[in-house]
T-cell receptor, first 116, second 110 residues
Framework: GAGVSQSPSNKVTEKGKDVELRCDPI?????LYWYRQSLGQGLEFLIY????????KSGLPSDRFSAERTGGSVSTLTIQRTQQEDSAVYLC??????????????FGPGTRLTVL | GEDVEQSLFLSVREGDSSVINCTYT??????LYWYKQEPGAGLQLLTY?????DMKQDQRLTVLLNKKDKHLSLRIADTQTGDSAIYFC??????????FGAGTRLFVKA
């Protein structure tokens, strides 16, 4: 596609349920990032995928969060046993190389997650 | 750890200049960025500056960098209602990890 797409755009779930958020990066981009944007907070880095390398999971807030990237393209962020504090906008970005300014990150529109 | 701080709100009148300020803590920052986020949309890169530059101008946008004080600013000349958005300051050391500020919400009054 022309840009990064994410689905669903909005997700409302009950506390304790599992959710899956999907990201389709720009075709050919080797790097993919997940961020969390909470009200009044900056973007919080969650996880980074680069090609076939092991992902950098250093930003995941707890073991309830996991992500995978299949075939070097589509990525799924899974949150298990959701809590109310997980409510936020989850943003995905992709970039061609994953290194520095020569490698602009292109962001998707985000998934707004609301945990009741 | 690294931190990027910016004020949360700015209100200006249409036609005036807007100045959005940002401070960062990482002295090894190589690239500094300004992103714009319109309602319901993802972040869009507006402009960037290398740490060895003091100023960069791009049409209505002027970026000033004071590396000694770790201060970055974005000036928007002749601000229009279409400029209303959230502006994020961000920095990176050249690797993959980019640190973002909380964003400054710019309100432009007609």
């Amino acid at each position: 596609g022309a840009g990064v797409s994410q689905s669903p755009s909005n997700k409302v779930t009950e506390k304790g349920k599992d959710v899956e958020l999907r990201c389709d990066p720009i075709s050919g981009h080797t790097a993919l990032y997940w961020y969390r944007q909470s009200l009044g907070q900056g973007l919080e880095f969650l996880i980074y995928f680069q090609g076939n390398s092991a992902p950098d999971k250093s930003g995941l807030p707890s073991d309830r969060f996991s992500a995978e990237r299949t075939g070097g393209s589509v990525s799924t962020l899974t949150i298990q046993r959701t809590q109310q504090e997980d409510s936020a906008v989850y943003l995905c970005a992709s970039s061609l190389l994953g290194q520095g300014m020569t490698d602009t990150q292109y962001f998707g529109p985000g998934t707004r997650l609301t945990v009741l | 750890g690294e931190d990027v701080e910016q004020s949360l709100f700015l209100s200006v009148r249409e036609g005036d200049s807007s100045v959005i300020n940002c401070t960062y803590t990482d002295s090894s920052s190589t690239y500094l960025y300004w992103y714009k986020q319109e309602p319901g949309a993802g972040l869009q890169l507006l402009t960037y500056i290398f740490s060895n530059m003091d100023m960069k101008q791009d049409q209505r946008l002027t970026v000033l960098l004071n590396k000694k004080d770790k201060h970055l600013s974005l000036r928007i000349a002749d601000t229009q209602t279409g400029d209303s958005a959230i502006y994020f300051c961000a920095e990176s050391g050249g690797g993959f990890k980019t640190i973002f500020g909380a964003g400054t919400r710019l309100f432009v009054k007609a």
